[in-house]
């Protein structure tokens, strides 16, 4: 039975995941999908910020994702600006983030309390990452795949192929 159909009579419960994912780890899709356990629908949407400087373009960070998502209630696509407007106009009544450890709390303290104050009607859920997790990061990953160690155990395969793909173009740029 489709969730619309659950949902008849009440409001869809839509959420957003917003992130930069670049790239995108088993630490971001584990909270995409208890997301998508939680709420009718979610969008995952890819911070499309050209002040911040990423390793992968925005197209490239969104094609990663569509081909490692696989929930039918979740949405990928990029976004730009304020993410509580982003959520707003798609009827969003929650924001999603993962917590990892003492200091994404800080960070996200800051971040919520801003949400809040720019629009009190988008809710911030904070999900615990889970333990195998909690170390992972965008970061390592690049940090490791720069250095030509493996990260199969914290990316997908084709997120994988990209980094190695990536790095040693720039590898054969240096010793030109
Ligand atoms: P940011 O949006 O701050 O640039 P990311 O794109 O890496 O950072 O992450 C998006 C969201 O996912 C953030 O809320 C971040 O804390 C969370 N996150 C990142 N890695 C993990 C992980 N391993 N476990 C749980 N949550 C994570």
């Keep these: 039975m489709s969730r619309d159909v659950i949902r008849i009579g009440g409001a869809m419960r839509k959420a957003i995941y917003p992130g930069s994912f670049d790239p995108i780890t088993f630490g971001h899709l584990d909270i995409v999908a208890r997301a998508a356990r939680l709420f009718d629908h979610v969008y995952v949407a890819v911070l499309n910020n050209l002040e911040k400087k990423t390793l992968f373009t925005v197209q490239e960070r969104l094609e990663m994702m569509r081909s490692s998502v696989t929930a039918d209630n979740v949405t990928c696509e ?8 982003y959520a707003a106009s798609r009827g969003a009544m929650a924001m ?3 917590l990892r450890a003492v200091s994404d709390f800080e960070a996200e303290f800051k971040l919520g309390a801003a949400n809040r104050h720019l629009n009190p009607q988008v809710e911030m ?3 615990m990452t889970s333990n195998e997790h909690s170390f992972l990061s965008s970061s390592i990953v690049k940090e490791v795949a720069s250095m030509g160690g493996t990260v199969d155990d914290w990316v997908p395969a084709p997120v994988a192929a990209r ?6 173009r720039v590898e054969g740029r240096n010793q030109a």
Aim: glycine share 10%; hydrophobic share 45%; aromatic share 16%.
């Design 163 to 168: 980094l190695r793909e990536k790095f040693s």
């Design 96 to 98: 999603v983030r993962g």
């Design 125 to 127: 859920v904070y999900l």
């Design 78 to 85: 990029t976004f730009d600006g304020l993410a509580v407007e």
